[in-house]
């Protein structure tokens, strides 16, 4: 009698659950994003023989313009890469689950990472333009979390903490410049990963 | 005891027709397609257990053809979503008296 009722109130979380929340992003996707945002940290600090941001670097970045134009390809090969492995990945898991990837709590997660992900974009460029150099860090950091904030009402909470983490990375670089790229590599990096392992033990390892 | 158990509703005994409540509790509208696949059921066991549940008047179901196809819509009414919830409370009740 007892067992039945609870079987009952199981099912009911489940089911609400399951059709609420996108479930099927893949932890290990945000660990495989860290670390490509590591390289990508890798990559300022050989570039620019520093981890600390000063203002010389930001004045060579004026001058020389194929260095900004190689960062640039730097960091839009991770973010692509970052999104190509998220869906990648989640889709593996989807089936896997016999869940689909393509469900309306995917879609909500979708459209409101996108639309954030989508102002940062113009006003990278528009930074970019007005050689506004020192704040592209900040802004990816602040536009990346707010993105997660407004997507992660659709997924689970882990991605809201990731959101208020990065943003807050976002926040201290834009008054501490010098450590731009340490925030930017403690955001997308180390946060990510740390992220992305604590969602993979908690909901992925069960599912094999 | 008697009190709460007649207040456990009859027409969500049925796993399918609480599951697909479930699901209507937090969204809003979900399609048929969606909820087949949520559920893991039939065609003929969802379409079945959704009429029961408009007879009811807990459900709404709505056709709209998308180019020549169909395709149905569910949504929860008030009355239903009440009567889940009562639903829902009396089951919480039954477990927490016999703990």
Not at chain 2, 6 to 20: A, D, H, M, T, W
Request: net charge positive.
């Amino acid at each position: 009698m007892n067992e039945h009722e609870k079987q009952s109130i199981d099912h009911i979380k489940d089911i609400m659950e399951r059709s609420s929340t996108f479930i099927s992003l893949s932890g290990l996707s945000g660990v495989v994003s860290g670390i490509l945002a590591i390289i990508g940290v890798f990559v300022l600090y050989t570039t620019f023989d520093s981890l600390f941001l000063t203002e010389e670097m930001l004045l060579s970045l004026e001058r020389e313009r194929t260095f900004l134009k190689n960062l640039s390809i730097v960091f839009i090969t991770i973010f692509l890469l970052s999104v190509i492995f998220a869906f990648i990945m989640s889709y593996v898991k989807a089936k896997r689950t016999k869940d689909s990837i393509f469900n309306s709590s995917s879609k909500r997660f979708a459209f409101n990472l996108f639309i954030p992900v989508l102002a940062a974009v113009f006003v990278i460029i528009s930074l970019i333009q007005n050689q506004t150099f020192w704040l592209i860090i900040p802004a990816t950091l602040i536009f990346y979390g707010l993105a997660l904030l407004s997507a992660g009402r659709y997924s689970r909470p882990e991605i809201l903490h990731l959101g208020i983490g990065c943003l807050l990375s976002g926040i201290l670089s834009m008054y501490f410049v010098e450590f731009s790229f340490i925030l930017w590599g403690i955001g997308f990096g180390i946060l990510n990963i740390l992220t992305g392992i604590s969602m993979y033990i908690k909901y992925d390892r069960k599912v094999k | 005891m008697k009190d709460i158990i007649s207040q456990i509703n009859k027409i969500f005994e049925n796993k399918v027709r609480l599951g697909i409540m479930s699901a209507l509790m937090v969204n809003e509208k979900i399609d048929f397609k969606e909820l087949k696949s949520l559920l893991d059921i039939t065609d003929g066991n969802l379409s079945s257990n959704a009429s029961v549940l408009e007879k009811e008047k807990y459900i709404k179901i709505k056709k709209k053809f998308v180019g020549k196809k169909t395709s149905t819509i569910y949504s929860a009414t008030d009355a239903g979503k009440i009567a889940f919830k009562e639903h829902l409370s009396a089951l919480e009740k039954i477990i927490r008296n016999i703990q």
